[in-house]
């Protein structure tokens, strides 16, 4: 599973998530940032059996070269996760914003994990109220890829406050199942956001996800009945100094 602290929407915990203010202090840029999940969430999966996570991350920039740290924590279930990364910006183009990076991921709960993440991502910033991005992730421990497509329209509404409806298309090669290749599923959202002062943010966002055949085959084997559609939400602050 990867928490993101990814390029494609825009570092960790997805585009609207916590790390997503920036300030200068001579060459670098810090961003600390906080939340809360109802659910756990990655790669059209609820993770956790019980309950939603804490999220916390941290991250310091300089030029385009961006080290980071985050942790998510089950709030019902023991879960702790770690994330340790870097990501690097890339000028390909003044409409193009491209990364890309590597986190290790280290997994604490009734079993101990680890993996290793290698990621890219390309959004397309030509038309200010609808940017397309495509979101790549490649994980050792699975020895498969995992790709998102999606669509982000962002509403400036007043000079504190945004909305941004999304829809994102996932696949996944050999990344969430080893047998499965392909539609793997489709969610749907909005994320808010309302500047509390010049360095301070708080946000939220409402999330659903339709299972599609890679989600359903897998539930198949496994013997399971249930309804596969997750629907989930949450809200971070996130503050620069």
Known sequence: MKTYFNPLLLSLFSFSAILSNQVHAEDFEFDVGLG????YISEGRNNLADGGVYLGGASVTSGDLTTYAAVVRGDTEHYTEWNFGLEYALHLHEDLETIVGYQRLEFYGDERG?????????????????????????????????????????????????????????????????????????????EASYALSSN????????????????????????????????????HLSWSF
């Open 114 to 190: 680890h993996d290793n993440e290698f990621f890219a991502e390309i959004a397309y910033t030509g038309v200010n109220w609808l940017i397309p991005s495509i979101a790549y992730t490649y994980a050792t421990e699975a020895g498969g890829y995992f790709v998102e497509v999606s669509l982000h329209s962002p509403w400036q509404l007043t000079e504190q406050f945004s909305v941004t409806p999304y829809i994102t298309q996932g696949f996944d090669f050999q990344y969430a199942t080893e047998k499965h290749n392909g539609a793997n599923h489709f969610q749907m959202g909005v």
């Open 36 to 39: 809360w999940d109802s659910k």
């Open 200 to 235: 301070m943010t708080i946000s939220a966002h409402f999330s659903h996800v339709i299972a599609m055949d890679d989600i359903k085959k897998e539930a198949e084997v496994n013997g399971y009945t249930g309804s596969l559609d997750e629907s989930y939400g949450g809200i």
